[in-house]
């Protein structure tokens, strides 16, 4: 099942928990790190442990190596099965020390926000096992690499990730968040944008982003019914290329086209 909306909620706001479980997202973040100041680090631990412990369960974003934080943070991973961890700021270093602490079967998804972790993603995603997906965080990799803008700015960032993720054998990537709360026509441009490179998912900063992430994502029925034609066709045919509505269709399209229905597999399965 590829999830495909990714929810950020404050781990100091445990009112809003349940209702982030309601909202349709695939996954929700329970976020320690950039939405909670450090006065409150404590106590949003302590809610997201509580939480966690009658039955929730979730990713946790943790604060970073090297911050104060970060050793109490990665001992949840050590005190339930239901937590996963997205390590911001993510490089080989911190990969590889977060991973080789965590239990074996706890999913830990690397969120890459700076240059050093970009330039250094191939070969972390040699060295350290057991990484389960990528997410972009576009908005601390802009600042971190001067490049101003989220949006179309990254692309090459963007599609630098999803050759990685596709190279390592990961699930397709998790695009970065789109910022503007109100303008659901920003967001179907991002969503446009990062399917078309390569990702299959997206962050989300609010829960009116999750319905248009979930059908943004999934193949749509025309492409589904495009999909069935080219795989009967092959089926029913000894060549290996043929024309499918105008179009030359090969093993690369025909590979293209169980992929998508795969996918809409996954859509059954989610929504369910």
């Given at each position: 099942m590829l999830e495909r909306s990714f929810l950020f909620v404050p781990g100091d706001r445990p009112e809003k928990f349940d209702?982030?479980?309601?909202?349709g997202a695939h996954r929700i973040v329970l976020d320690?790190?950039?939405?909670?100041?450090?006065?409150?680090?404590?106590t949003a631990r302590t809610a997201v442990l509580d939480w966690i412990r009658h039955g929730g369960v979730a990713l946790v974003r943790i604060n970073g190596l090297g911050t104060?934080?970060?050793e109490d943070d990665l001992s949840l991973a050590a005190k339930s099965t239901a937590v996963g961890i997205m390590l911001p700021k993510a490089n080989?270093?911190?990969l590889a020390s977060v991973r080789a602490r965590?239990?074996?079967q706890q999913s830990l998804f690397a969120l890459i926000e700076t240059v050093v972790g970009l330039f250094?993603?191939?070969v972390a995603l040699a060295s350290v096992p057991n990484i389960n997906r990528l997410a972009f965080g576009n908005v601390d990799f802009g600042a971190d690499s001067g490049i101003r803008?989220?949006?179309s700015e990254l692309d090459s960032v963007r599609i630098q990730l999803a050759l990685e993720s596709r190279h390592a054998g990961l699930p397709p990537p998790i695009d970065g968040v789109c910022v503007g709360l109100d303008e659901p026509q920003m967001l179907a441009r991002d969503i446009e944008r990062a399917r078309s490179q390569g990702f299959g998912g997206k962050l989300c900063i609010h829960p009116m982003q999750v319905a248009a992430v979930n059908e943004g994502f999934r193949p749509s029925d025309q492409e589904i019914e495009w999909a069935k034609r080219v795989v009967a066709i092959f089926e029913e045919s000894t060549r290996g290329v043929m024309a499918v509505n105008g179009q030359m269709v090969d093993k690369a399209i025909l590979d293209r086209a169980r992929a998508l229905l795969s996918a809409s597999c996954d859509r059954a399965t989610i929504e369910e």
């Open positions: 209702k982030a479980m309601q909202s320690l790190e950039d939405s909670v100041a450090a006065s409150a680090k404590d104060p934080w970060h080989r270093s911190a965590m239990p074996t250094e993603l191939r803008g989220t949006g």
